[in-house]
């Protein structure tokens, strides 16, 4: 199982970033991202799952929002409005049918003020 995403770089407050995870080797009904910055634990920012439930964290609510493409097995995070205190390194996260999660490697996103 691979996790591959993409999508994250430098971008001044206000801007957007879009990021992607495309997940190989297994089915996926679940998918989420998670962000680290320095110093701080890692949390959840956004997931989705099969049957179509979505969750956001409530610093992201209103500016991200999480999509899928089944049939590439993709999840997209489209960042809105973004802010300096969105600077972390984003995961991607996907759990298989049988329930075991997998971690992509992280992509960094900067905003700068």
């Known amino acids: 199982v691979q996790l591959q995403a993409s999508g994250g770089g430098v971008v001044q407050s206000g801007g957007s970033l879009r990021l992607s995870c495309t997940a190989s080797g297994g089915t996926f009904f679940y998918m989420a991202w998670h962000r680290q910055a320095p110093g701080r634990q890692r949390e959840m920012v956004a997931m989705?799952?099969?049957?179509?439930?979505?969750f956001y964290g409530d610093a992201v609510k209103g500016r991200f929002a999480i999509s899928r493409d089944d049939t590439k097995s993709t999840s997209f995070l489209e960042m809105n409005r973004l802010e300096p205190a969105d600077t972390a390194v984003y995961y991607c996260y996907a759990r298989d049918t049988g329930g075991k999660g997998y971690w992509g490697q992280g992509t960094q996103v900067t905003v700068s003020s």
């Open positions: 989705d799952n099969s049957e179509g439930a979505t």
